[in-house]
């Protein structure tokens, strides 16, 4: 998933213009999206959350005209996180952030949710399975090793797979930085959007990333979205791209249209179109969007939702799934299943996970970041 508060940290606007061929040349100043124009990031982030409870509510329930594309919010997620972090901390990676500074901001912003999602994976594991499967293998879950013993990377909640990539992913964009210019960059991006379209297309396997067998896939998966993320920051900065200023429904009810629409036509042509042009248009739209002012609390609060709700809701799903089973009346109950998740994804997001990264932060003194 993408970021926090996508606003960018205290100091850490971004103040040059990059040259396409020499990421270190920065001279200008570029135009920044300002916080509330951020806000669209947010709500789209939210809508993705919510579009992957959907999904997986339609895979468990039955009901496969349900988000069909929701998977697809992963990449939209890996695709935000990088543009997002480009602006936030590629200018402080630059003038002197030390590695270790960057990965405690990063861990202190998604081991809360991380966590949580994990417990909860061990107590349904341990309500529907008993205690017969657990072991020193589950409990590395929760320090993001991955269980060698499973097909899965982490049994106990499968969505961790991403936030374990994600996290691999900004080590490796903070190590290589200074030597990642922007050719380069477009180099490595567009060689992931290779592999990846031709290790999905030729699987048939759009979603991969969580299981031992798709993890290369993962990773060209992460690398394409991340690396468009990022590649979209340098482009504006440069002055390269300059997105217009649309009201912010343009970028929201296209989300809502490709994550949400029921299945028509060739799936293969518009999920590959999703992917590689109209989601980066998506995110461009959105870091320029015109937000209405009464739209902004609702916003912060799918902001706020979205990582809980995202590390949450799939072990709480089976729960409901081995409840409700075929019984009559279950599309009612999976509708209420979905607003009680989301209802205690809120609690969390508040009551734990914003307290919980504050108390990590302090515990790791750093300041406040995305």
Known sequence: MTEGSVVPASGSTVTGQESFGRHESMSAQPTVPDAH??????LLRGIAAISVLLVHIGYLGGYRW???????????????????IGYAYERKLLD????????????????????????IGLGVQVWLHGTSGIGLHSLGQFFLVPDFTSPLLFPLNG???SLFLELIVNAAHAAAVRRLSTSRLAIVTIACGIAWAWI???TGNWGGGGNWSTL????????????????????????RLR??????????????????????????????????????????LATHARLLPAARRLARWLAALSYPLYAVHYPLLLVAA????????????????????????TIAAYLYEAPARKWLRSRLRQPAGV
């Open 37 to 42: 124009r951020f806000l669209t990031l947010d």
């Open 66 to 84: 349900l988000a069909p594309l929701g998977y697809l919010a992963v990449d939209l997620f890996f695709m935000m996180s990088g543009l997002v």
């Open 96 to 119: 002197g952030m030390r590695w270790c500074s960057f990965m405690a901001v990063r861990i202190a912003r998604l081991y809360p949710a991380l966590f949580l999602g994990a417990l």
């Open 159 to 161: 969505v961790i797979w």
């Open 200 to 202: 999905a297309g030729s």
């Open 216 to 239: 290369a896939g993962g990773f060209a998966r992460i690398g394409w979205s991340y690396g468009a993320g990022l590649l979209l920051y340098r482009l504006i900065v440069a002055g």
């Open 243 to 284: 997105p217009p200023a649309f009201p912010a429904i343009w970028p929201i009810g296209a989300t809502f249209f490709l994550l949400m629409t029921p299945r028509f036509g060739a799936m293969v042509p518009r999920i590959g179109a999703t992917l590689f042009l109209l989601f980066p248009i998506v995110v461009l």
């Open 322 to 345: 081995d409840s409700i089973g075929a019984r009559s009346g279950a599309a009612a109950l999976w509708a209420l299943t979905a607003a009680a998740i989301m209802l205690f994804a």
